[in-house]
């Protein structure tokens, strides 16, 4: 395709880009001058939450009317809980406050992976007052040195948006500013409050105008450009074309959007693990998950041998696409982003897949016809027979499959439990969430009760958790948490004595893969719980018995809290973590 | 005194003073130089274990002779055991080896409190090959983005040395630099292994010389002028002098020096809450805390109205110093550290302690008649007579005072347990721990077992924590570690419902200083222990079922972990909180 034109294209896509940026900041920044000053005051802490529930944010601080307390046993576990919380309130953000330096930093790994993996939480540090850092005092959490501004400049590294609030005039503009960043751009941002702004009080006049967290308008012209190159590839692709959803149709706000999409244009439509449930798993022009040498053979040899692949909100990390084992040819691909469209090898800053969708799906309606010929495998995955009463993967995996109901948010612990889902149909409306690019172990005990939280609050079905014995012990206290706020997950709890993917990625026989067996049916009410009443909990040993628990209608229902341990022999894992684990054992050897 | 001298002497001593630090570093550097280059070779990793082993430590990786591994539940855990290690252990240092991203930046918090209290230890972090780093693959555990130094880049913030190993090369040196600043700086350093150097061969003839961990010398002729400096103070003060111990006399291995310095010259010597335990409580000459206004009204006199006071390894933090309420006139005082001494308003950069102190003693020694006329009031604590049976703080701790032994490891939680020792004296050989000046709470778990396994080395006497049933909430999972590595710590936990400290410094009734009652007693057997056989839990709610299982032989023995559950008033602390919280509330209020 014409080079030169590209490049222009490229160049006049950079500026417009940034003039849009700049116009969508003014939407929110200018509001001030465009209302007249009010008389109306109103407290910096109660700006910040006003802004947070016009976001939708319905679990917070309390001595708010509308928003209710969490609190956590440690401040990783929040910042875990605020990300499952943003994952399932699509729309609005996970919050995290910690105090100074020992409570912010011990979220430091939470909120890099809210990056990692683009979701929006606002992390809000009360800092010392605006005195104190100007004199520095040896106050306790300080480093001693009078180095105040230590952690904010590590935090930089880890969020998109950061500000400190110095005064009350600035104050209402840098937390809208702060805000903003974090919604549009779908990643945590950093907001330090002073004790002594906390109280302050500041007019009420910006809250008039709700954030702008639309993304910015795409350029006309190189938009309806970039519309005409796909439109022509499409064509001489003979319309064989594939489309590939992935985690950023879901972060970045568009899953309406791609849904008309495929259900208009009736193209196949296949997801990347991270774009799992993007895309309803029950819709019959819907192939499964295609994750490279991974992929079951069928959708294998579908993607890969289509003419074209339109690929919505792409994330290549290594879990994501079976260790960088795609084999589709660039000259094949056409990608969509949140900020940025690339065809083939050209790519168009600035063009963005919210408002590129809208328009493709309108030029590509009339081409359903032979989108339709396309045939897709359907993705499904039964349950095998297996002469024994040993609870293997390959059995567990299609049997909890059965289990899901529409609307169930389902949370998986990186490695075993995320690799054994993969290949399980969820149910319509059903969330996944799983860490596959950040994969901190641990995450899925604290998303669990941020998720469980968020799906309480808009009427989603129940929230079940799959994680390890290994790693539960990371975050564990959650569960007391759990009990605390009356939220009432399904626990299944895969008890393999020990860290099963480490084993997988190296020493199989390693001493330090080991783990102290803890008595899991007794943890519930060592942390708080009535056993029966608040809590009830379960070992299974066999498949009988678990599918007698799983077909139980009490136990289905979920009225509290419940955790199945479930004995599963120790060397056993999914067929797609063990792939994977060959792969990136290769990859992570211990050689030059 | 004359300034302009003073000035001088400044300007030199600081050239003299990076003069020492490079002849320093020499040493240890050139020693690749001096020796013929050896055929023996041996791998990175375990060029790394050999020089841990040098500085004595014993507790570390797996597949080591003389290391051994100690696994914990998570990476923040990790971290407080490597601190607490470290402090049992002076001149040795602590050791925690993380992942990448999710496991270092776990650890952030720990790291930077070992920053904050001087604590020497070592983070050791396993990261993607040397190959990996320049093609920036978009592996699990990264930022997604391609900045594989994001992560390095934060933790220069809280490290006082940090390196990454790029080839075999320089790696030698490059750890011998890294381990050296470690030691002689008592701070934490950095450290990246990349998965391709960690077999690679090098020579090991740098191991032949042992890493200089000594501090750099002094100049001779600022350090005589800084003693007769000292010495006519001395006179002019007429003797009257009081000796002040804090933090780095612990911390930067002077303890042996204090010693010296205060049995020979039989000054009066009191101690800052950091400095508890650098010199005998049981010496006649010592006379106790000394804590500005919180201090017990004869300290406070003794100690600012001496006419001088000689400070040695000062940090002058809000809980160290009574909220900073020192009444004693910079005129007064002569303060020693570890690179630098300051005579009234005179700092003398360089001029350490470690070399001063035998000096400083010489000259003093002759001083020692008049010196031993001032009187010391003995430093005691009786057990009051209270004629109720509710466990209160004015019982409790001198109570439990009576059941300290020599050689006791006492680590107490930040808040109401570290305030509740201060006034109780400790045996002879007893080692304090507390995080007074970082303060993250949770931290006193996963530093007791650190601290058990330290004094199980050294053959110290028993590990005995004191946490609140709030603090213990956030690490609480290391319990487990504790029984599976075999430490018996006794653990006394205080029970009162809540965030005590919290309540004192604001919202003595705020829902979110409560949390959720947890069956104490049933923790130990949940974690995996054996009721009896590896562990014992009891609960005494009265000061008479306290003061019998304080008598019980067998209890006091600590032949297994054991968990004592004591049930206190919600509103009730010890004196010293009570002051301090009251002068910090006034600091920290919500106020311009």
């Not at 011990?106 to 809210?114: K, L, Q, V």
């Not at 290994?470 to 939220?487: A, K, N, Y």
Request: glycine content about 8%; overall charge negative.
């Amino acid at each position: 395709m014409p080079t030169d034109k590209t490049q222009i294209a490229q160049v006049v896509a950079s500026l417009e880009a940034e003039l849009n940026r700049l116009k969508h900041e003014i939407t929110t920044m200018g509001v001030a001058d465009q209302v007249p000053a009010a008389t109306e005051t109103i407290t910096v802490a109660d700006y910040i939450l006003e802004r947070l529930k016009q976001l939708n944010v319905t679990d917070y601080v309390e001595a708010h009317p509308t928003i209710q307390w969490a609190s956590n046993c440690n401040e990783l576990n929040a910042s875990y809980a605020a990300d499952g919380y943003a994952r399932v309130k699509e729309g609005s953000i996970g919050v995290l406050l910690t105090t100074f330096g020992v409570g912010e930093l011990s979220a430091a790994n939470g909120i890099a992976g809210s990056f990692s993996e683009h979701v929006p939480v606002l992390h809000l540090v009360g800092v010392p007052s605006t005195i104190q850092q100007k004199t520095k005092p040896m106050l306790h959490h300080t480093l001693g040195d009078g180095r105040f501004d230590a952690y904010h400049k590590a935090f930089q590294e880890f969020v998109i948006s950061h500000g400190s609030l110095t005064d009350k005039v600035t104050a209402a503009a840098e937390i809208d500013r702060v805000l903003t960043e974090c919604v549009v751009k779908a990643r945590p941002a950093y907001l330090m409050l002073p004790t002594d702004l906390v109280h302050v009080q500041i007019p009420k006049t910006r809250l008039l105008t709700p954030l702008n967290t639309e993304p910015p308008a795409n350029n006309a012209d190189i938009e309806g450009f970039v519309l005409d190159e796909i439109m022509n590839l499409i064509e001489k692709a003979d319309r064989d074309v594939v489309i590939l959803v992935d985690a950023c149709t879901i972060r970045h706000g568009v899953r309406k959007e791609v849904n008309e999409l495929v259900h208009k244009t009736k193209f196949p439509v296949y997801a990347a693990p991270m774009g799992k449930t993007a895309v309803s798993e029950t819709y019959e022009r819907y192939g499964g998950i295609y994750v490279g040498t991974i992929s079951s053979p069928e959708v294998k040899e579908k993607v890969e041998n289509a003419n074209l692949i339109l690929a919505i909100g792409g994330v290549k990390s290594d879990f994501n696409t079976g260790n960088f084992t795609y084999h589709i040819d660039t000259h094949r691909v056409i990608e969509l982003h949140s900020d940025n469209t690339v065809v083939q090898f050209a790519s168009f800053p600035g063009i963005g897949m919210k408002h590129l969708l809208p328009k493709l799906t309108a030029r590509l309606e009339t081409l359903k016809g032979d989108a339709q010929q396309i045939e897709v495998p359907r993705f499904t995955h039964p349950v095998p027979q297996e002469d024994n009463e040993t609870i293997s993967h390959s059995w567990l995996w299609p049997r909890v499959g059965q289990f899901f109901k529409p609307g169930d948010v389902v949370v998986a612990e990186t490695g075993t439990s995320s690799f054994g889902v993969l290949d399980v149909p969820f149910p319509d409306g059903a969330i996944f969430i799983s860490q596959i690019l950040w994969g901190s172990i641990g995450y899925s005990v604290g998303s669990t009760l941020g998720a469980a939280i968020a799906a309480r609050d808009i009427g989603l079905n129940r929230t079940i958790l799959f994680v390890g014995d290994g790693s539960i012990q990371l975050t564990v206290q959650e569960l007391s948490v759990m009990m605390h706020v009356g939220v009432k997950p399904i626990i299944f709890l895969l008890n393999n004595s020990g860290y099963t993917i480490e084993r997988y990625l190296h020493g199989k026989h390693a001493k330090y893969n080991d783990i102290t067996n803890w008595k899991w049916t007794s943890l519930l009410t060592a942390f708080g719980g009535t056993e029966g009443e608040t809590c009830q909990s379960y070992t299974v040993k066999t498949k009988s018995e678990l599918s007698k628990l799983l077909d139980d209608e009490t136990f289905a229902r979920a009225d509290k809290i419940q955790l199945v341990e479930m004995l599963m022999p120790m060397h056993d894992a999914p067929r797609a973590l063990r792939v994977q684990a060959e792969l990136s054992g290769l990859t992570n050897k211990y050689t030059a």
